[in-house]
């Protein structure tokens, strides 16, 4: 498969908003688990949020919870990350990845990702 490919970063200052996208390939992709990620500046990659094949179930992360939205278009092959009330700790590289292969346990939808995208920068200035 093809990485993922994101788009959508820039900078913004704090309290604002900025709207993240992921194109990806393949037929499989409506029964892929999406996910994304950030590694902020000397940090390792963190998990940000991730959505089933339907969207039908979305999990993010507690330092996002309430102010990112995680959403996907199965026919357009995208998913987005809607970036909300930005905070100067949102500064990251942001990847989106894919999960193909099912993962189990409690904290399953934060592990198994074989394909990640170059990742885009985010910048939020306080």
């Known amino acids: 498969q093809v990485q993922p490919v994101e788009s959508g970063g820039g900078l913004v200052q704090a309290g604002g908003s900025l709207r993240l996208s992921c194109a990806a390939s393949?037929?499989?992709?409506?029964?892929?688990?999406m996910g994304w990620f950030r590694r902020a500046p000397g940090k390792e990659r963190d998990f940000v949020a991730a959505i089933t094949g339907t969207g039908g179930s979305t999990y993010y992360a507690d330092s996002v919870k309430g102010r990112f939205t995680i959403s996907r278009d199965n026919a357009k092959n995208t998913v987005d990350l809607q970036m909300n009330s930005l905070k100067p700790e949102d500064t990251a590289v942001y990847y989106c990845?894919?999960?193909?292969?099912?993962?189990?346990?409690?904290?399953?939808?934060?592990?198994?990702?074989?394909?990640w995208g170059q990742g885009t920068q985010v910048t939020v200035s306080s």
């Open positions: 393949g037929r499989t992709f409506s029964r892929d688990v």
């Open positions: 990845a894919r999960q193909t292969i099912p993962q189990y346990g409690i904290n399953w939808y934060r592990m198994g990702y074989e394909s």
